[in-house]
């Protein structure tokens, strides 16, 4: 086939914004029972419903809760944990409609357990000797801030009581393997789980209250990561005291760091039941660790001894389980979109029991991720991954170069990474270059790379997406007068802020994104309610320095244009922060475009949203940058656009 010469930005793709929104599934939450392996699938065909699969051992796998019940827990806003197992395979999950406890038999219908409203659960663990769950309950019944606790909830009755109370958060309860010890985590104003927190084992009583807990670990510079009881009963778990999350295990009232390294194996915890690592029947250690921007799989004895690679053709893995003999997890390469793996651990042999999309990408079509690293402010080093345009059929006009879209991932305590995503491969087929850029602050580097953003969000992140695109256009590989940002939640903010304060991007798309820091300080939920206190200062004592950083207050210095995607139900960033962006930008006389979704939260679940927003932006950069997409685009509303631009 004859390759064809035209625009960037105008390619022809089959990857479609409706196939892409309608063919994938965001993987959630993973669990292994009686040797099958259940996991949470997000359907943007269903609007978004959540459902729990299970795979057998040969690799049939079913769905087990029938419509309309959506496993999801708002605890947090952003959940995780929404569901636990029991050895023999009955299900116990958080349904989203109403936040209840619903238990699920082989072959029944749910029967809810639970009986409180504005009540919320999340990260439950089975007490089976004494008919109960050990979960968070978050509770909202009163006015003002929710109340985090621990509780047990009698799986006859349905009553609580509650076991550990009087922090402001909670999480991973976990029984030791005898049922006579309770391990847990907490947390407090104003630190998130990331910057400090504290481990804790008590004993439980006759009668199933705890006995006076004993602290282990952690502190308010200290982060501990998933406790886990090993079969022999010893705690075991992730922390950052030597500046990377490396495993540690306590035994006689004593810590023994199990293999110290350079490594992650832990991660920020935005969300409940996060799982790196796990036990094998002998004790030994199968765990994940991320180094240099890749995920790998290792196995160790539980001394610390023997640490060897399992070699896996992946390149960015998450929510490891531990089977009899094999591992599961949700896995992705350059080459292959995530998926649900099963390993196993003699041969590392790898098989594909689910994939997150059924796209069939042609090897010539795929741009595969380049990791780079680049210079910044004040000397130091950031990373990102760079995607070349790619395209079987196509190549760029004679002396052009194709235009640039940075990428400012969410958190901003998160982390972006090399696999293979649809996503991405929309724009890099159509003749988009990406970097997808992972600023100071981001996960996966250690700790001190982490702590480059305190007290300095908006300074260091938008340091490092400007000089992700210099560094681009220096080495020749974009058009520096069609260079793009884009961005989700914090990544938004990365955006306006890198839109309003630099005079280096001209267009950019920010999806529920922060515009006005103070009234994010003022108007968010408890999770992330004192976040900025790390990230600008306490407020309202640096109320000014709050204002400074907003790109709200500062139309005047806007130049580019923008859009702006918001969920109508956002309680992380309510829509009233798009809405003043907006009317800031178009009174500005810039072009300005504003699409709400309803029915959309935190990140658009729904496919007929998804492909909107996809198409939307498409078509917004077509009409700044110049080129007609080859996409058939329902029309986007764009304010100020100048006279004669394309239609």
Known sequence: MAVQSAPFGSWVSGLAAARLAAANVRFGQLAIAGGSIFSSEGRPAEGGRNVVVECDAGGACRDLN?????????????????????????LFFSNDSDQRIYRLRHGGVPQAVTKGAALRYADAAIDTSRGRLIAVREDHSAPGEAVNTIVA?????????????????????????DGHLLAWLSWDHAHMPWEGSDLWVARIEDGGRLAAARHVAGGASESIFQPEWSPAGELHFASDRSGWWNLYRERGGRTLALHPMAAEFGEPQWQFAMSMYGFEADGAIVCLYEQGGRSHLARLADDGSGFAIVETPFCWMRELQVGDGFVACFAASEHAVESLV????????????????????????????????FP??????????????????????????????????????????????????YWTQRGFAIVDVNYGGS????????????????????????????????????????????????????TLAALTFRKVFHAGASHFGVSDLEALARDTHKFESRYLDSLIGPYPAEAALY????????????????????????????????????????AKGLPVAYLLFEGEQHGFRQARHIRRALEAELSFFGRIFGFDPADRIEPVTIENLPAGAAP
């Open 153 to 177: 909830i009698d799986l006859a009755s349905g009553d609580e009581s509650v076991l550990a109370s009087g922090h402001d958060f909670f999480s991973s309860p976990r029984l030791s393997p």
């Open 443 to 494: 996960a996966g580097y250690g700790r001190a790379y982490r702590q480059r953003l305190e007290g300095r969000w908006g300074i260091v992140d938008v340091d490092d997406v400007v000089n992700a695109a210099r560094f681009l256009v220096a080495r020749g590989d974009v058009d520096p007068e069609r260079l793009a940002i884009r961005g989700g939640s914090a990544g938004g903010f990365t």
């Open 547 to 586: 204002r400074e950083r907003s790109p709200v207050n500062f139309p005047e210095r806007l130049s580019s244009a923008l859009i702006l995607f918001q969920g109508a139900e956002d309680k992380a960033v309510p829509p009233s922060q798009a809405e003043a962006m907006f009317a800031a930008v178009k």
């Open 66 to 90: 029938p419509a309309p019940f959506d496993v999801r827990t708002r605890v947090h806003e952003y959940g995780g944990g929404a569901f636990v197992v029991t050895r023999d395979g009955e």
């Open 342 to 373: 099963r390993i196993d651990l003699a041969t590392s042999e790898a098989c594909v029991l689910r994939r997150s999309s059924e796209l069939a990408f042609d090897a010539g079509d795929v741009s595969v991720a380049e990791a780079i690293e």
């Open 376 to 425: 910044t402010e004040g000397g130091a080093t950031a990373h990102a991954f760079f995607y070349a345009p790619k395209n079987a059929a196509f190549r760029g006009e004679p002396g052009t170069l194709p235009p640039l879209v940075v990428i400012s991932h969410g958190g901003p305590t998160g982390a972006t990474n090399a696999a293979l995503r649809p996503s991405l491969q």
